[in-house]
């Protein structure tokens, strides 16, 4: 998968997802997970949920949600295939599938992009860092800078 098409995909899922958090809460939606034959050796449910959590910084899923999101990985010819499907927290709206490509024996490299836009379209807002805090004392520098410049 170029780095162009990884980009390309994640922007449609931030988009379809359309699952922004509010005022800063942690957004939530269901797994269903299938790691495909063994031959794959695609992580495993656990693995996977462990690389969103790690990208969150907490676990997004719980057992019932109104937001559901599929990973199932297969094989297609000599491609490694990764479709997730997200159906949306209303019940008017429709379940969208995006397909992954990766070669086959990439597994983890593909679950690593997988991952990445699974975390993206469940809480884009995660993406962007809390500002800075100042540092001790910035507060008192910049009044008297600015006293100075009167």
Not at 59 to 84: C, G, H, I, M, Y
Not at 125 to 144: F, I, M, T
Request: net charge positive.
């Amino acid at each position: 998968m170029s780095v162009r098409g990884a980009a390309q995909i994640l922007i449609a899922l931030l988009l379809l997802a359309g699952s922004r958090s509010a005022r800063g809460e942690e957004a939530h939606a269901s797994l269903v997970y299938d790691p495909g034959p063994a031959e794959l050796s695609c992580p495993d449910a656990r693995a996977f949920r462990h690389k969103i959590e790690a990208r969150l910084g907490y676990d997004p899923f719980v057992a019932e949600d109104a937001r559901k999101v599929s990973v199932v990985f297969r094989s297609r010819n000599d491609v490694l295939v990764a479709e997730v499907t997200w159906s949306g927290a209303s019940s008017s709206s429709q379940a969208r599938t995006r397909t992954f490509e990766g070669r086959r024996g990439a597994c983890e490299e593909l679950a690593e992009a997988v991952a990445s836009a699974t975390a993206i379209a469940i809480d884009p807002s995660r993406l962007v860092p809390p500002p800075a805090p100042a540092p001790p004392g910035a507060h008192r520098d910049q009044r008297r800078q600015a006293c100075r410049h009167r």
